[in-house]
């Protein structure tokens, strides 16, 4: 039976691939448990210093797998509770995770498949890649944090509207709104990607992974608490060899050799 999660680690990256193309990789209770163990096995490993997630074939992910619940009945799960005991786990993962996460859509994301991107600490994009909130098109509710992602990154007004029109974003639109951080040709994409990945494996990855801790509690601090958070922080990263590192480089003129510690 195909795996329905690839994972591959070489250079400092982990490299997930969700992997039922011929749905373009919709998502089932075992492709998210999968997709869960994947980013843990990324997160136990000391030589892992970057992740990349993406899709296999011609879309990253088509969101939750509806040919497989109608057939199944629409009436025999419980949309909340599916929700709470897979695809929650898998957005906390990502967003705790104490490693760049990248997310690469190299096609279609639509409705959690768009959660699962927009959960990424970077998001890039294949020029072909088309983003959309289709759930008020089937009578549902966005989950998987997509309307607490989405108001965050392209403002309360636009974030509604796409919300309740549930129309597709292409690629170029989504950079420019602020949900995309970088669009690629398809033809530079992996290429692009890889070089990204790769970057972030040599960067600090401890500082990167403090530098998240502070970002994902600054939306629910007042200035005064995240003043706090950020002093606290800092004691830790300024204790990591990294930090030594890259204070030496810098004195003595030199590309700093960072080791993730």
């Given at each position: 039976?195909?795996?329905?999660?690839?994972?591959?680690?070489?250079?400092?990256?982990?490299?997930?691939?969700?992997?039922?193309?011929?749905?373009?990789?919709?998502?089932?209770?075992?492709?998210?448990?999968?997709?869960l163990a994947a980013i843990q096995r990324?997160?136990?490993?000391?030589?892992?210093?970057?992740?990349?997630?993406?899709?296999?074939?011609?879309?990253?992910?088509?969101?939750?797998?509806?040919?497989?619940?109608?057939?199944?009945?629409?009436?025999?799960?419980?949309?909340?509770?599916?929700?709470?005991?897979?695809?929650?786990?898998?957005?906390?993962?990502?967003?705790?995770?104490?490693?760049?996460?990248?997310?690469?859509?190299?096609?279609?994301?639509?409705?959690?498949?768009?959660?699962?991107?927009?959960?990424?600490?970077?998001?890039?994009?294949?020029?072909?890649?088309?983003f959309a909130l289709a759930f008020t098109?089937?009578?549902?509710?966005?989950?998987?944090?997509?309307?607490?992602?989405?108001?965050?990154?392209?403002?309360?007004?636009?974030?509604?509207?796409?919300?309740?029109?549930?129309?597709?974003?292409?690629?170029?639109?989504?950079?420019?709104?602020?949900?995309?951080?970088?669009?690629?040709?398809?033809?530079?994409?992996?290429?692009?990607?890889?070089?990204?990945?790769?970057?972030?494996?040599?960067?600090?990855?401890?500082?990167?992974?403090?530098?998240?801790?502070?970002?994902?509690?600054?939306?629910?601090?007042?200035?005064?608490?995240?003043?706090?958070?950020?002093?606290?922080?800092?004691?830790?990263?300024?204790?990591?060899?990294?930090?030594?590192?890259?204070?030496?480089?810098?004195?003595?003129?030199?590309?700093?050799?960072?080791?993730?510690?």
């Amino acid at each position: 039976m195909t795996e329905p999660v690839l994972y591959q680690a070489s250079e400092g990256v982990a490299t997930i691939t969700l992997n039922r193309p011929e749905v373009l990789n919709a998502v089932n209770a075992g492709l998210l448990a999968s997709l869960l163990a994947a980013i843990q096995r990324a997160s136990d490993d000391a030589e892992v210093r970057a992740v990349v997630l993406t899709g296999a074939g011609r879309g990253f992910c088509a969101g939750s797998d509806l040919v497989a619940r109608h057939k199944a009945g629409l009436d025999s799960v419980d949309l909340g509770k599916s929700a709470r005991d897979n695809l929650n786990p898998v957005i906390t993962a990502m967003r705790s995770l104490s490693k760049p996460l990248l997310t690469a859509v190299n096609g279609p994301a639509a409705g959690a498949g768009m959660s699962i991107a927009l959960a990424g600490d970077l998001v890039v994009a294949s020029r072909s890649a088309k983003f959309a909130l289709a759930f008020t098109k089937i009578g549902l509710v966005p989950d998987g944090g997509n309307t607490y992602f989405l108001p965050r990154y392209v403002g309360e007004l636009r974030a509604r509207a796409l919300t309740i029109l549930g129309e597709t974003v292409d690629a170029e639109e989504a950079c420019r709104i602020g949900m995309v951080w970088k669009v690629y040709d398809g033809e530079a994409f992996a290429e692009e990607t890889g070089k990204l990945a790769r970057h972030l494996a040599n960067m600090p990855t401890r500082a990167i992974g403090i530098c998240k801790q502070a970002l994902n509690a600054s939306s629910g601090n007042e200035l005064a608490a995240q003043l706090e958070l950020e002093a606290s922080l800092q004691t830790c990263a300024s204790q990591t060899d990294d930090f030594r590192e890259g204070v030496a480089a810098f004195v003595q003129k030199r590309a700093p050799q960072f080791k993730g510690c």
